[in-house]
Structure formats: structure tokens, C-alpha cells
């Protein structure tokens, strides 16, 4: 986790811009932002944890966010004043146990190992409530299989996850992310394909997706 950490510090001035600021970046976040606005909807924000926030992209969801990185934080807490925000260390949060309603983590299982992804796994299911929820995104083994090193390489199936983590949540459903290849498309057409995107992502098709962002329940 070091050099994970290490590598968001030493981006993280640059980080909103260079990822998110491009035509590619913006349709993974309207994506994103949608799943996250349809799964949240009623739930308080008080309660709610975006675990590995980075810049605060999208903490707006919540009121509490943690990420492993000082220099992500640090402008995350400049863009979201009046909210909390926590330093992962050693796979701990200063959260107390059975407090949040929801959990979500974008971006961040990717870059994790099976066993920090079962530790993740174990703290959020710490602090979360009974019938607490925990969304999170991977990468599909269907499209990316898992190759060496930490940085998005980390992918699973869905069969996968159950076996990981199904004895602590119940997965209830799942969404795709970026069913196009929308880094092939030439930038002038990508709006146009959003909407596709996110329909056949919620579709039988799903399955076939880059992505799947996953809301499983505590059991």
C-alpha cells in the first residue's frame, strides 16, 4: 500500500484534471454519478462513508470521506470544507463500529491485492450498521483480466467477489460501467453514447461491461 500511497501524493495537484477534466473522464463520472444518485437515494448523508474520496470527487454524496494519501486529502478538504475527512492507516479508520448506513469506494479495489481487499472488506463491515450497504466498483475479469503490479490490475468476477466476501454481505445486485470502449470513439461523439452506455450497462448485457459496480448488503 505504500507505493499506492506514495503515487496518489506525488499526482494529486494534477490528479482532477488529467483524469477527469477529458471527454473519457467525464462520461465515467456521469456514469458513476448516476449509479451512486439511484443506489444512495434516501439514505442520510450523515451516515455515509466515500472510502478512498482522493480529491472529493464525489464525496458530495456523503459526509465523511477517508483516503490513504495526505496530498489527496489535503484538496479534497479544500473543495468539501464542511465535511469530515479521515487518513487511512494500516487499515484503519477513526469511525466508530456499527455507525454508517452506507459505504461506497470507486477506483480504489483495482489497485488492491485479494487480501487487502478482504481487510478492506472487514473494516467496512465493521463499521457499518445492520443491513448497511457497501458499493463498490472492480474491474471486470470478462473485459480486463488481472495482470502483475497494483495500478487498476486487480479485476474479479462476480462469482469472484461472492467467494471473497460473501460470508460477511449479501450482494444484491450489480450495474456495468462503460460497456462502450469510449476511449475508441472519437471524443466529438462520446456524449452521444451516455445514455446507451448506462441503458445497456442496466441491461442483460451488463455482464459484458468494463466495470461493474456492485451494492451488496451486510449481513
Given at each position: 500500500?505504500?507505493?499506492?500511497?506514495e503515487?496518489?501524493?506525488?499526482?494529486?495537484?494534477?490528479?482532477?484534471?488529467?483524469?477527469?477534466?477529458?471527454?473519457y473522464?467525464?462520461?465515467?463520472?456521469?456514469?458513476e454519478?448516476?449509479?451512486?444518485?439511484?443506489?444512495?437515494?434516501?439514505?442520510?448523508?450523515?451516515?455515509?462513508?466515500?472510502?478512498?474520496?482522493?480529491?472529493?470527487?464525489?464525496t458530495?454524496?456523503?459526509?465523511?470521506?477517508?483516503?490513504?494519501?495526505?496530498?489527496?486529502?489535503?484538496?479534497?478538504?479544500?473543495?468539501n470544507?464542511?465535511?469530515?475527512?479521515?487518513?487511512?492507516q494500516?487499515?484503519?479508520?477513526?469511525?466508530?463500529?456499527?455507525?454508517?448506513?452506507?459505504?461506497?469506494?470507486?477506483?480504489?479495489i483495482?489497485?488492491?491485492?485479494?487480501?487487502?481487499?478482504?481487510?478492506?472488506?472487514?473494516?467496512?463491515?465493521?463499521?457499518?450498521?445492520?443491513?448497511?450497504?457497501f458499493?463498490?466498483?472492480?474491474?471486470?475479469?470478462?473485459?480486463?483480466p488481472?495482470?502483475?503490479?497494483?495500478?487498476?490490475?486487480?479485476?474479479?468476477?462476480?462469482?469472484?467477489?461472492?467467494?471473497?466476501?460473501?460470508?460477511?454481505?449479501?450482494?444484491?445486485?450489480?450495474?456495468?460501467?462503460?460497456?462502450?470502449?469510449i476511449?475508441?470513439?472519437?471524443?466529438?461523439?462520446?456524449?452521444?453514447?451516455?445514455?446507451?452506455?448506462?441503458?445497456?450497462?442496466?441491461?442483460?448485457?451488463?455482464?459484458?461491461?468494463?466495470?461493474?459496480?456492485?451494492?451488496?448488503?451486510?449481513?
Amino acid at each position: 500500500m505504500n507505493e499506492v500511497k506514495e503515487y496518489y501524493n506525488s499526482i494529486a495537484t494534477d490528479y482532477d484534471h488529467d483524469r477527469f477534466a477529458n471527454s473519457y473522464g467525464k462520461f465515467i463520472d456521469a456514469e458513476e454519478r448516476i449509479i451512486l444518485h439511484k443506489l444512495l437515494n434516501g439514505i442520510d448523508k450523515k451516515f455515509i462513508l466515500d472510502y478512498g474520496c482522493g480529491t472529493g470527487r464525489l464525496t458530495n454524496f456523503a459526509t465523511i470521506g477517508a483516503d490513504i494519501s495526505e496530498a489527496m486529502l489535503s484538496i479534497a478538504k479544500q473543495k468539501n470544507p464542511e465535511k469530515k475527512f479521515h487518513l487511512i492507516q494500516n487499515n484503519h479508520i477513526d469511525i466508530k463500529e456499527n455507525s454508517l448506513s452506507a459505504v461506497y469506494s470507486f477506483h480504489v479495489i483495482m489497485h488492491l491485492t485479494p487480501a487487502e481487499f478482504k481487510q478492506m472488506a472487514t473494516l467496512i463491515h465493521e463499521k457499518l450498521t445492520d443491513n448497511g450497504l457497501f458499493i463498490f466498483d472492480i474491474l471486470s475479469k470478462k473485459r480486463k483480466p488481472t495482470k502483475k503490479g497494483w495500478h487498476a490490475n486487480t479485476s474479479y468476477s462476480i462469482n469472484e467477489i461472492e467467494k471473497e466476501i460473501g460470508h460477511q454481505f449479501e450482494i444484491t445486485t450489480y450495474n456495468g460501467i462503460l460497456f462502450f470502449p469510449i476511449h475508441r470513439i472519437p471524443t466529438f461523439f462520446r456524449n452521444y453514447f451516455l445514455w446507451l452506455d448506462i441503458f445497456l450497462c442496466s441491461s442483460f448485457l451488463k455482464r459484458f461491461s468494463s466495470y461493474y459496480c456492485i451494492l451488496a448488503k451486510k449481513k
